[in-house]
């Protein structure tokens, strides 16, 4: 039992070196910006841009500090009078269409766009398509 | 009778699905985000010296016609460490390296420096990551070849191993 | 030797479901009945046999016993008890046995309880599930042993991911699991009735009751980890669009979609072609769940450790499962008769419109989780998140609301509107006072929310409906079942809506005693204390909440720190403190201490959201599954049986 404990004792004490830095975050990481419409606007558009070295979070979500920095990134230039599209479109501009969780629409998603509208057309005509085709007692088919 | 061929769709739409799925098993996720701010010039920046006995890092500095490197490092990246042999190696070959210190304090980048050695001509201190942010780079450590105009060329991400070197000063080479 | 002997029963439980299969095939072939009497006591064993062997890893887990290697990973002597049982499935090979012990129990229950289906439809269901059995149990025994044994047992274990250490989260993936696997036996009498040709109102009644039962769970199981997931993560996101979460929702959108088509199957035979499609999708999409879970080829805060190898084992599982079940839907159902016909303007109209709009969102929700593949195929890595579901699904979702109160009003076969004039106006009504109050003094309320809110309170209003002019006392249960589900819907939808809109977020870097003023209330910032718990540290802090009416409430967030076991990092959570009031939620969270300017050290960052009727969602998500239970309940022939047996008992006093 006490050689378990040193055991758990020692690994408290000797942790590895973490690859983590020991600046605080950056002013605007966890400071809302003094307009609240502008601040809306800046949250809005955090929650819809994606953490870098993150597991799938917006930076709107996450203490990553890389994330705290593009969040006072973006807050920074919705304080210095930038529309949210012009930065959005300046992170896509460095880190490609993966920094958005909005996706574009160009011809490699264009299915993803239409491609729901499509499936409800197909479905709908398979479903009721007898009705084009004549008269009363027509319907769908169980 | 509804038509046959109807009934088959769940089944082609399955296929679509599994058609997805052995593509990923096959060409595994490739996790890197890789910078899209290639062949366009470097942003502009003013950072200050990282330490004390080291110059800041100026954008207008790295357009003075030679090709150069800037290696984007903080002293608590451990990798960073490993990429220190190749760096000086690059700076025996002649080749120009600027660093940049991602959110660290002055004392633990003297440390870093004291441990590792220092090849670098000057270190810009990025607090806030924002030159990084600026570049297109994700993480640390990372690379930038820079042409002698500014304009930044290929990024190398992660740590420079002891075989690229001779292709990175020949890339360099061909550069103006 | 328990680790064995959990072995070797499983073991034997798979050879009694290749007994079964086996058993099943020459019976179904040749007719020899003999061999038939093997395939339900063969069942029963199986379900057993697995039940006893899972009761073996969680006895393995009770004892912290190292020496077995999924223990050694997972567990740790000082977790609490709760927390060590609930290690056995929160990883890989647990929860892999775990869904074995459901598909065995569940085609056990089968074989025990069903007893009005024809005899080779139900041996054939019952070999079907045999197969899906068979499958998962070679899975599990050759590439994810949950008893294998580590050659020197260390001496204690790597622990349990600390933010998994939470009571709510012990019982998620059970619930989660049992409504994924119940769906196994939908799939399973769907195959059977394919099979042997029975698609009719019979299959369907045996089915009701397991889609019912396995989608109250997953709707219990999906709030759960939501709600979790918001007073966890502390950030208060209650639903992010991830992979993982996705591939929960679709088999859930499935069930709903199932549960109202094996209805009209049962009562009225019709339908029978959708509801053997969705009885097949649903159990798939289950399983392609599990795939994308365990084979690592999604990014998500959920994953389970990636292995490729795993994943191709799956895929060819799947395979042959999914597109077995698929080809023989594709040669059998167009043998199906005719139904009866029906005008779009009838109860059958709108389910299948209500199974179209569901399986829509279905293959919307599984199009926006795996097209990141497609694209990068194409060459472009993008990301998918809240910006495509809001805007694609939403729409579909509010429309599918609307039919959803159109549907009761509406007679079989042909309506002519009569009801649905007489009674909507009123939930017209109340959702256009809704939308005209939030133009008119909601300030900036975004286009989805505003119409969220409008739906709601249409739906609110109009799920009610049905039950004017009846005499409550004895409207079936069933229809109770219904109005209450589709009420919690809109209470659900109503707080989505609501927190969107209206939400109020304070982030300061609070000095002790300063206020931060959030929503109605005062919040003063007393100070912080350090906490020691049972394995963990933690930094308390103590705020004090107060409305402008004088009621004070005292807050504590706290940040935990649990050492790293064995040489790992020590990981920090966030412990999100709660004020629920009538209105909604306060949410505070205790962040980093802050070094200020003028040097002081006692400022922490703090973070508080006012968040209005956000309970609601999860009272909705309860109210659906109360709902789902009293139609479940009111179908089960139970309360008849007894009835039947009172009054026998009666005659035979008297005979």
Redesign the interface.
């Known amino acids: 039992m006490s050689a378990r404990l040193l055991l758990l004792l020692a690994a408290l004490f000797a942790f590895p070196a973490m690859a983590q830095d020991r600046l605080p975050p950056a002013p605007y990481a966890y400071q809302q910006l003094a307009d609240p419409a502008q601040e809306a606007q800046a949250k809005a558009l955090m929650e819809t841009l994606r953490c870098l070295v993150c597991q799938g979070q917006s930076i709107a979500d996450s203490d990553a500090p890389l994330a705290g920095d593009m969040r006072h990134e973006v807050r920074s230039k919705i304080a210095a009078g930038e529309s949210p599209d012009a930065i959005r479109t300046w992170l896509i501009a460095r880190y490609g269409n993966w920094v958005s969780y909005d996706p574009p629409f160009d011809a490699a998603t264009a299915l993803l766009w239409l491609g729901p509208l499509l499936f409800l057309a197909l479905g709908g005509w398979l479903a009721f398509g007898r009705f084009r085709r004549g008269a009363d007692e027509e319907g769908g088919e169980a | 009778m509804r038509s046959r061929w109807v009934l088959f769709v769940p089944l082609a739409i399955m296929g679509l699905l599994f058609g997805a799925f052995v593509y990923r098993l096959v060409t595994p996720n490739d996790t890197l985000i890789r910078s899209q701010w290639i062949d366009k010039p470097m942003p502009l920046f003013d950072l200050p010296p990282a330490t004390a006995g080291v110059e800041g890092l100026k954008s207008s500095q790295l357009a003075d016609g030679r090709p150069r490197l800037v290696n984007i490092f903080a002293s608590w990246c451990i990798p960073c460490r490993a990429e220190a042999p190749q760096l000086e190696a690059l700076k025996a070959a002649g080749v120009p390296i600027d660093g940049i210190a991602i959110r660290d304090r002055p004392e633990d980048v003297a440390a870093f420096l004291r441990e590792n050695g220092n090849p670098f001509d000057r270190i810009g201190a990025d607090m806030q990551s924002s030159v990084q942010i600026a570049l297109g780079s994700s993480g640390v450590p990372e690379t930038f070849l820079i042409d002698g105009k500014g304009i930044i060329r290929e990024q190398i991400q992660g740590v420079i191993l002891a075989e690229n070197v001779p292709e990175i000063v020949a890339r360099l080479g061909a550069m103006k | 030797m328990i680790a064995e002997l959990g072995l070797a029963l499983l073991w034997i439980a798979a050879a009694l479901a290749c007994l079964s299969l086996v058993a099943a095939i020459v019976y179904l072939r040749s007719g020899k009945g003999e061999l038939a009497a093997l395939v339900r006591p063969a069942s029963v064993a199986q379900g057993a046999l697995t039940a006893a062997a899972f009761g073996v890893l969680i006895a393995l887990f009770v004892r912290s016993d190292m020496s077995v290697e999924l223990v050694a990973r997972n567990s740790h ?2 977790k609490p008890m709760l927390f060590k049982v609930a290690g056995a499935w929160g990883n890989h090979e647990g929860s892999m046995l775990l869904w074995l012990t459901i598909l065995g129990l569940s085609g056990a229950l089968v074989a025990l309880f069903e007893k009005r289906l024809r005899e080779d439809t139900l041996i054939a269901t019952l070999a079907a599930q045999a197969a899906l059995s068979l499958g998962f149990f070679a899975f599990l025994l050759f590439s994810s042993n949950p008893f294998k044994r580590l050659p020197i047992a260390p ?2 274990g790597q622990g349990l991911n600390p933010l998994l250490q939470d009571p709510g989260l012990a019982f998620h993936p059970p619930t989660l699991y049992i409504g994924y696997v119940g769906l196994s036996v939908a799939f399973s009498f769907a195959v059977g009735a394919l099979v042997t040709r029975e698609i009719g109102p019979a299959f369907a009644r045996a089915m009701r009751p397991w889609v019912l039962g396995s989608w109250i769970f997953l709707t219990l199981g999906i709030a759960a980890g939501s709600y979790w997931a918001y007073y966890e ?3 208060g ?1 209650w639903w ?1 669009w ?2 993982v979460e996705n591939v929960s929702l679709i088999p859930w959108l499935a069930g709903a979609a199932l549960l109202h088509s094996v209805s009209v199957t049962a009562t009225r ?5 959708w509801t053997v ?1 969705l009885a ?2 649903a159990f ?1 999409m289950s399983m ?1 769940g599990t ?1 994308i879970v365990r ?7 959920h ?1 389970f450790a990636v292995d ?1 190898e795993r ?2 084992f799956l ?1 060819v599982l ?2 042959l499962y ?2 077995g079940a ?2 023989l ?3 059998r ?2 043998a199906v008769a ?7 303007l ?1 109860r ?2 709108s389910l ?1 419109i209500n199974n ?2 569901l ?2 969102i279905l ?2 929700v ?3 989780t ?2 990141p ?16 579901y809001n805007r ?2 939403g729409p ?1 979702a509010l429309i599918l609301c609307l039919v959803m109160v159109a549907g009761p009003l509406l007679n079989w076969r042909r309506d002519d509107g009569r009801k649905l004039w007489s009674r909507l106006p009123a939930a017209v009504l109340a959702g256009a006072a809704v939308l005209f109050g939030l133009v008119l003094f909601g300030g ?1 309320v975004g286009v989805l929310p505003l119409l969220g809110m409008t739906v709601a309170a249409v739906v609110g209003v109009a799920s009610l409906a049905p039950l004017w002019g009846r005499n409550l006392r004895r409207t079936p249960l069933p229809t109770w079942g219904m109005v209450i589900a589709h009420f919690g819907v809109a209470v659900a939808l109503a707080g989505m809506a609501a927190e969107s809109a209206f939400i109020k ?5 609070a000095a002790p005693g300063e206020t931060v003023k959030v929503g109605d209330f005062a919040v003063k910032f007393v100070g912080v204390q350090p906490v020691a718990g049972p394995n963990y540290t933690a930094i308390e802090g103590t705020l004090v909440a107060t409305t402008s009416s004088g009621d004070s409430f005292t807050l504590r967030p706290a940040a935990r720190t649990f ?5 790992t ?2 990981t920090e959570t966030n412990e999100a403190a709660l004020l629920t009031r009538p209105g909604g939620q306060l949410y505070a969270v205790l ?2 201490p ?2 200020d300017a003028d040097g002081r050290t006692d400022r922490y ?1 703090l ?1 508080l959201w006012w968040k209005p009727l956000v309970w609601w969602i999860w009272l909705g998500g309860g109210l659906i599954a109360v709902g789902g239970t009293l139609a479940l309940l009111g179908r089960a022939q139970l309360l008849a049986l007894w009835r039947a047996r009172r009054a026998r008992r009666k005659q035979e006093r008297f005979a």
């Open positions: 002597s000082l001496p204690d993560l502390g950030w996101g992010f991830d992979p035979n019709a339908l029978r072609a499609m097949v999708i798939s392609v795939f084979s690592g080829l999604l990014t998500s805060v994953s490729p994943g191709t895929l799947m395979a999914i597109g698929l080809t839907f594709a040669f159902a167009g005719e139904g009866k016909k029906f005008a779009l009838s059958e109209g299948v179209l709009l399986t829509t293959a919307l599984l199009l926006g795996l097209y593949i497609v694209a990068e195929a194409m060459g472009e890595k993008i990301s998918i998140g809240p910006p495509y694609v699904a579909l900036h977020e304070r982030l300061v870097a050492p790293g076991l064995m040489g990092p020590p962040g980093q802050v070094t960052q973070r």
